[in-house]
């Protein structure tokens, strides 16, 4: 019933072999190679870092789509003399190392879809008000521009304190949103 394979049998399958394992190691190296040169890439996250995929990067032509909708808050991470200067109307000031009460790593908060069960009690010594936590509200930040990591870290930290939503972050900053001369307060 069965026939003896054949040397020519065996060397069939070695090489079938030897190609499914070019092939891998080819798609290893293109993948590598994108994750390498594109600026999104393909993460490579642990799954603590899986939490803070909800931190999404938009255009200031996007940020304005929803500020003109009314349906966020902006919030300037920037310190509190760049957002005394000159900030988006209407957003609050809290800058990265801002106290607003205890972090997630302190006291584990749930959360609901909407932000209930979110940690949202003022800090008594500085008073930052983060009640919008609990609102259905989409959340935007900005700081001064598209390196300053000043916007990601409170944005984490929202997300630390039980904020469940995605986290918009405008990808350049204040200056673009300024150069493209969409609305902007001065001074207190």
Known sequence: MFKRTSASGVTIVMRLIKEMFTIVVAASIIGFGINLFNHHGFLLVGGRDLKYKKIVPISSFEAKIKYDA??????????????????????????????????????????NRDGAGADTSPDPGTGVDVSFMSR?????????????????????????????????????????????????????
């Open 136 to 188: 259905p509200v989409e959340i935007i930040i900005y700081c001064e521009r598209s390196s300053c990591g000043a916007s990601e870290m409170v944005g984490r930290r929202l997300i630390d304190r039980g904020y469940v939503r995605n986290i918009y972050i405008i990808d350049k900053g204040f200056p673009e949103w300024k150069s493209l001369g969409y609305p902007v307060e001065r001074g207190e």
């Open 70 to 111: 009314g349906i966020a808050l902006f919030i300037d991470a920037r310190e509190k003399s760049e957002y005394d200067d000159a900030r988006i109307t209407g957003a609050i000031n809290i800058p990265p190392f801002s106290q607003f009460g205890p972090d997630a790593a302190d006291e584990p908060s749930g959360g």
